[in-house]
């Protein structure tokens, strides 16, 4: 089957050939066959397609959100309106929370992108804090010159509803400059989670996947190509199901360290 869209990206196998030298998503190169004797054999040079380039994760929410209600509460400025620092995020049926999901796929994407030789910016350092609020996490990335940055979210739908939805900024100014990378960073990243994880696209949520958003800081505040991805329905058993593997945490990591290659070679 065709693996590539177009001339202009670099193709499917090559972007897993990079992965593979970076060691990265073992099940993901299994099931599509690229040999590792000749990924080992590539240059050193690219083995790190993202030298020299700062990436920006957001893992969404905190570990510890849920014991500050008064600080989730107090009013920010989210670029539009006043909204809430934060939330608790959502978990799904049996208990396992949103900020662990987005702190575990974060974890795993950080460690991809430094192998693939980027520098990270992450908006908080582990998963037993609170906070930032939204706009300051939003700041800390502006502040970085990020390169590209991603939101990681799970969402919480209808019970019967499945699947992941990229949600993309709307001008509103500050991010004017953004929008129209942004919605192309979002299709890569929405084919490579088509590609290379068992997420379906979100069938209660958007228009096949996408969402536009003038409503969220991190999208209303960014200063550069930003969006903010629902991986999938944690109130969805078959999702939730998904969500909780750390192997599946690592196979939508890899797609997301998979769209950033795409997005930052692109020529
Ligand atoms: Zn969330």
Redesign the pocket.
């Known amino acids: 089957m065709g693996l590539d869209h177009g001339a202009s990206r670099p193709g499917s196998r090559r972007v897993l050939a990079w992965l593979a030298a970076a060691g990265l998503a073992l099940a993901l190169l299994a099931a599509t066959g690229v040999a590792a004797a000749s990924v080992r054999r590539a240059p050193a040079s690219s083995r790190t397609p993202l030298a020299g380039k700062i990436i920006g994760i957001d893992p ?2 905190n570990g510890l959100n849920y014991t500050d209600p008064a600080f989730l509460n107090h009013k920010i400025w989210n670029g539009r309106e006043w909204e809430g620092c934060d ?1 608790t ?2 978990q799904t049926p049996g208990g396992y929370t ?1 900020a662990r999901f ?1 702190w575990n796929v974060a974890m795993y994407l950080r460690a991809d992108l430094i192998k693939l030789g980027a520098r990270v910016v992450m908006t908080r350092p582990d998963n037993h804090g609170i906070g930032p609020c939204v706009n300051t996490r939003a700041r800390i990335l502006d502040r970085a010159r990020a390169d590209v940055s991603i939101d990681i ?3 919480y739908g209808p019970s019967s509803g499945r699947g992941f939805a990229i949600l993309e900024p709307v001008a509103d100014g500050p991010n004017d400059k953004v929008i129209n990378p942004a919605i192309r960073f979002g299709r890569d990243v929405h084919a490579t989670m088509l590609r290379y994880t068992k997420v379906p696209v979100s069938d209660y949520y958007g228009h096949n996947g996408y969402v536009s958003r003038n409503d969220l800081a991190g999208l209303n505040l960014t200063t550069m190509p930003k969006v903010l991805i629902e991986c999938g329905n944690m109130n969805n058993g078959s999702d939730a199901a998904l969500l909780v593997q750390p192997s599946v945490q690592r196979m939508i990591a890899a797609a997301l360290a998979a769209a950033i290659i795409r997005f930052l070679t692109a020529r």
């Open positions: 969404g929410h939330t995020g959502t949103e987005n979210h799970a969402d």
